[in-house]
């Protein structure tokens, strides 16, 4: 039986999820690798062997979540780290002339997707008295630019939800923390610019943003502290981002 920490990373198959995988691969861990593109899970197994478990889910969808993450095999739980990355902003406009379909892929994803997930993992966390949480929130929660209202709020969500989190298990053992990039280089811009390069590039002008290794970094770092210490929060910044 392996000793090595299971990790379950949620939004796996890219960005800041895909490189927080490989940092834990990189620390001797198993990954739970989740998300909806099946391919690139399965790209991720190819690169890693069997120290990744691919699983496409929906993080949105309730059901599918308890039914995927109810099934995994005797050998890939306790999951000792959970990973709530999966996420994405949708449509550039402001609230009034938006697609109401926009808010719903933010709030349903970035709140719903994130209760979601941590309902399944927590309640065995919590029943062992160990293991961590990190939720990815954003300096976005901590601010609101034009046209990210909707956005914004999911994040400021998450740090209401991160919080009140770290209340409901208090006393428990178990570990809750965030991680608040600000930009980073991934495909975050193009999901959000719906494929549209040109806008999701001029997003980076003028500054060097972060690298989702950057923030994989600062995530591996908050979830290998000593037992009797969590790191609350972290925001981290590209040097030139205002
Ligand atoms: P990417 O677009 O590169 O990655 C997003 C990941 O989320 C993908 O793996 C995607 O996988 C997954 N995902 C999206 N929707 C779902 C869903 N319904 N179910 C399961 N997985 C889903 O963006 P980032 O890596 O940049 O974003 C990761 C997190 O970081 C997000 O929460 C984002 O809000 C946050 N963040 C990003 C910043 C940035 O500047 N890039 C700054 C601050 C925070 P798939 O499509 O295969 O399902």
């Not at 000792?80 to 379909?101: F, K, M, Q, S, Y």
Request: proline share 5%; with cysteine; glycine share 10%.
């Amino acid at each position: 039986m392996s000793t090595a920490r299971v990790v379950l990373v949620t939004g796996a198959s890219s960005g800041i999820g895909r490189a927080c995988t490989e940092a834990f691969l990189a620390e001797g861990a198993r990954v739970i690798a989740a998300a909806r593109r099946t391919e690139r899970l399965a790209d991720l197994h190819a690169q890693h062997g069997d120290a990744v478990l691919p699983l496409t889910v929906d993080v949105r969808d309730r059901a599918q979540v308890s039914a995927a993450l109810g099934s995994l095999p005797a050998d890939w739980t306790p999951i000792d780290v959970l990973v709530n990355n999966a996420g994405l902003a949708a449509g550039r406009g402001p609230i009034h002339t938006d697609d109401p379909e926009n808010w719903d892929r933010m709030l349903d994803t970035n709140v719903r997707g994130l209760l979601n997930v941590s309902a399944c993992v927590l309640p065995g966390m919590v029943e062992r008295g160990s293991g961590h949480v990190v939720n990815i929130g954003s300096n976005a929660g901590r601010e609101v630019y034009p046209g990210g209202a909707v956005y914004c709020a999911t994040k400021a969500a998450v740090e209401r939800i991160t919080r009140g989190m770290r209340m409901d298990v208090l006393g428990s053992g178990v570990r809750i923390s965030q991680v608040d990039p600000g930009m980073v280089e991934t495909e975050f811009s193009l999901v959000r610019f719906d494929g549209d390069e040109a806008p999701a590039k001029a997003v980076y002008e003028g500054l060097t943003p972060l690298s989702a290794a950057d923030v994989a970094d600062v995530v591996t770092w908050v979830a290998s502290r000593p037992p009797h210490v969590v790191v609350a929060d972290v925001l981290l910044y590209p040097v030139d981002q205002a």
